[in-house]
């Protein structure tokens, strides 16, 4: 039954995709409404999509609940797609109507798993718990963002699980859909392939709010050259399986050169914004407040400024990374702390605090912009950073590296197809898109590197410097 609230046309204005639509003449849209007003969805409405990207590009202060809803809207046509391909007899059989359903729900709730600050949050607690499983002698693993979304999906206590169930799918369904990591179907790749819902609505919606003239998509004419294919490889565990788990989204050969752009667009932001080397600086200066937290948690003192009972020296204590201490956790609550530290709290975390209010950002030494082209200086200077810095690592000084390929962390085996973007000729023959001859985008096995040292205080950085003029004077002996 539609609820009430839901029994009209709802209608959301979009700067990228202009209205997103719940139509009342749409039983499906009707039913999916209330999961917009769902705490865990609200929620997203207090972090910010691009965490600390805003202290660079000041206008990057959307949210990850508009991400959400244009991850549903691109969800949606994508669904449409794969029903045109039917009627047209591109593709053999009909439209699995639940299996759509749940891919498109997906696409919504994708999100909610994200902490604050997602990328420095993540980083912190792996770097958390790798001291703590030294100390128990077992290895811990956080939890990623997908795994939380999973959970908050299936709690009990939340009015998620209700609204799923009358729309006719099973919590578990849309969850396992947002878990697993290879797209078993063409349902499934609307969520996590090469060209899914995600990525079409990020990469336009980053770019416009960050305000960056690189990185430029044809989305309409992408959606228009959209086909279903048969990729012709089993899914895992499934040898023998039916054929429709090896469908899965490629692009009409007209659309090659607007393809290669999709790819560009992507790689240019995480080069030109998600890799920053400022943001990157600065997210190393939250992860340090975290850490800094934490450590005190674990020792059985609270950091000064902040209460006993505060979300983040809850979720840090032992046992305490519950999806009910999750929930409580948001950018303003993170904000909070930073602002009472910054004020109560004395010695190195109020010193970070004030820091981040100040945007009085880290000192930068780039290793490739030192050494471009020459891998063994490359090599020689973090070695010599490594050992001249080897006690202040992760207190005053903070090393960061990050690698960037083409398709990104799904795309890169090329041994999992429905990860690559394929072209489909007007033979019907599929060719991955960097294997044409006259391409202009290769893929290479070399993925890019950034690896660049974040010092608190200047004269670090001069000592980094003297590193550098002895690695560029050093010869090696015949």
């Known amino acids: 039954m539609i609820p009430k609230k839901a029994q009209k046309t709802q209608r959301i204005r979009d700067p990228i995709h202009d209205e997103i639509v719940f139509d009342q003449g749409e039983p499906f849209d009707m039913s999916a409404w209330p999961l917009v007003d769902t705490a865990e969805l609200q929620r997203l409405r207090r ?10 590009y000041p206008s990057a202060t959307h949210t990850r609940f508009a991400h959400s809803l244009g991850v549903f809207h691109n969800a949606r046509r994508l669904i449409g797609l794969i029903q045109r391909e039917f009627k047209l007899g591109r593709v053999q059989g009909e439209l699995n109507e639940k299996r759509a359903k749940v891919a498109v729900l997906a696409a919504m709730l994708h999100d909610i798993g994200h902490g604050p600050f997602s990328h420095a949050f993540e980083e912190a607690r792996r770097a958390i718990a790798e001291p703590r499983a030294g100390r128990d002698s077992v290895r811990e693993k956080i939890r990623k963002h997908e795994k939380f979304s999973g959970e908050m999906i299936s709690n009990p206590a939340s009015n998620i699980g209700s609204i799923l169930t009358d729309i006719g799918v099973t919590p578990e369904e849309v969850s396992e859909l947002i878990e697993a990591e290879t797209p078993s179907d063409m349902y499934h790749a609307i969520v996590s392939s090469s060209f899914d819902a995600d990525r079409l609505d990020y990469l336009l919606r980053d770019r416009y709010m960050t305000g960056v003239g690189t990185g430029a998509i044809d989305l309409e004419w992408l ?7 048969d990729l012709d490889v089993s899914p895992p565990g499934k040898e023998g399986g039916e054929s429709i788990y090896t469908y899965s989204f490629c692009l009409f050969h007209k659309a090659r050169e607007a393809a290669e752009d999709f790819l560009l667009a992507r790689y240019r932001l995480y080069s030109n914004v998600y890799f920053h080397k400022t943001t990157r600086g600065l997210e190393q200066l939250v992860a340090a407040l975290f850490r800094t937290i934490a450590e005190d948690v674990a020792c059985g003192i609270h950091t000064k400024g902040l209460g006993s009972d505060h979300p983040l020296v809850a979720f840090f204590s032992k046992g ?55 891998p063994e200086k490359q090599r020689r200077l973090k070695h010599k950073l490594g050992q001249q810095f080897r006690e202040q690592i992760g207190k005053t000084v903070f090393p960061d590296t990050a690698r960037l390929s083409l398709y990104g962390e799904i795309g890169g085996d090329d041994a999992r197809a429905q990860q690559r973007l394929m072209i489909q000729l007007s033979t019907g023959t599929l060719n991955e898109i960097t294997s044409f001859m006259n391409r202009t985008i290769t893929s290479t096995t070399t993925d890019r590197l950034f690896e660049r040292y974040y010092f608190l205080d200047e004269s670090l950085r001069a000592q980094a410097e003297t590193a550098v003029d002895e690695t560029r004077r050093h010869r090696r002996h015949p």
């Not at 959606?223 to 294919?229: C, K, L, P, T, Y």
């Not at 609550?333 to 950002?361: C, F, M, N």
Request: charged content about 25%; aromatic content about 8%; proline content about 4%.
């Open 47 to 56: 972090i910010k999509q691009l965490g600390v990207s805003e202290f660079v």
């Open 223 to 229: 959606m228009d050259n959209v086909r279903v294919a």
């Open 320 to 374: 305490g990374e519950t999806l009910a201490n999750y929930l409580a956790l948001d950018d303003a609550v993170v904000w909070g702390a930073v602002h009472q530290i910054a004020a109560k709290g004395e010695g190195y975390p109020q010193s970070i605090a004030r820091r981040l209010i100040t945007r009085d950002k880290p000192f930068c030494l780039d290793v490739q912009v030192a050494f471009p082209e020459e």
